[in-house]
């Protein structure tokens, strides 16, 4: 079977992920992985998993299912879960978030870092999201997304000419009003630096 053409482009860049991403990495998403992933609490859904780098700030003995729809991002994830030692209940389902291969109402806490500009679908990735959503679950998104200031909305829009092409990484979403389309709660949503947003939500 034909693989999508950003399924392509992650198993093709997987290894030299890490090493493309690490300037970004360091500078801006470790310290907000370090912030938000130990909040993960009960079942956890790690969305778009990509090369694992949430795993190590996992509460130790934590029940994790990481879903990727790159097998090769995933073989990069399953590396870092066996030398970490944080003892995680771990499994990895390859899968795509517009279709999640799970019952509803089944997760405790939902982590999506830095996934929904590179998903096709955003709306119906997002209703898939919800559904798999324990009512009185927790999703913690950690988002870049368009700001609503045209200086610096002007700079993502050439950066997208870039990130497009190379990591499959749009900077032009609305994840924000995505999120709020489909219905979950918001209950906290902060700037975080750069065009990042922590956007804390429920299901009722
Ligand atoms: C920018 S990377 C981020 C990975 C990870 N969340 C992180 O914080 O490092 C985006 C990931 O989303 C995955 N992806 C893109 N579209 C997807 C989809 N529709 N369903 C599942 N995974 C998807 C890609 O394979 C890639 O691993």
Request: charged content about 25%.
């Given at each position: 079977?034909?693989?999508?053409?950003?399924?392509?482009?992650?198993?093709?860049?997987?290894?030299?992920?890490?090493?493309?991403?690490?300037?970004?990495?360091?500078?801006?998403?470790?310290?907000?992985?370090?912030?938000?992933?130990?909040?993960?609490?009960?079942?956890?859904?790690?969305?778009?998993?990509?090369t694992g780098n949430n795993i190590k700030f996992y509460p130790p003995g934590s029940s994790v299912v990481l879903v990727d729809t790159s097998e090769s991002m995933l073989d990069v994830a399953r590396k870092k879960a066996h030398d970490s030692d944080n003892r995680l209940k771990i499994r990895f389902?390859?899968?795509?978030?517009?279709?999640?291969?799970?019952?509803?109402?089944?997760?405790?806490?939902?982590?999506?870092?830095?996934?929904?500009?590179?998903?096709?679908?955003?709306?119906?990735?997002m209703r898939e999201v919800k559904r798999v959503l324990k009512p009185g679950g927790t999703i913690l998104f950690v988002e870049h997304m368009l700001t609503g200031k045209p200086r610096k909305d002007f700079i993502l829009k050439i950066l997208n000419i870039l990130t497009v092409p190379t990591v499959g990484s749009s900077m032009t979403?609305?994840?924000?009003?995505?999120?709020?389309?489909?219905?979950?709660?918001?209950?906290?949503?902060?700037?975080?630096?750069?065009?990042?947003?922590?956007?804390?939500?429920?299901?009722?």
């Open positions: 079977m034909g693989c999508r053409p950003h399924e392509a482009r992650y198993n093709a860049i997987a290894r030299f992920y890490d090493l493309l991403l690490y300037p970004l990495e360091k500078r801006r998403i470790e310290p907000l992985r370090k912030r938000y992933v130990p909040l993960a609490e009960g079942l956890v859904l790690d969305l778009a998993a990509g389902v390859n899968a795509s978030l517009e279709s999640l291969p799970f019952v509803s109402d089944f997760f405790d806490t939902i982590i999506s870092i830095d996934v929904f500009c590179s998903v096709d679908n955003p709306e119906q990735g979403r609305k994840t924000g009003d995505v999120i709020r389309a489909a219905g979950l709660n918001v209950i906290l949503d902060e700037e975080v630096g750069g065009s990042f947003r922590y956007i804390k939500c429920t299901k009722l």
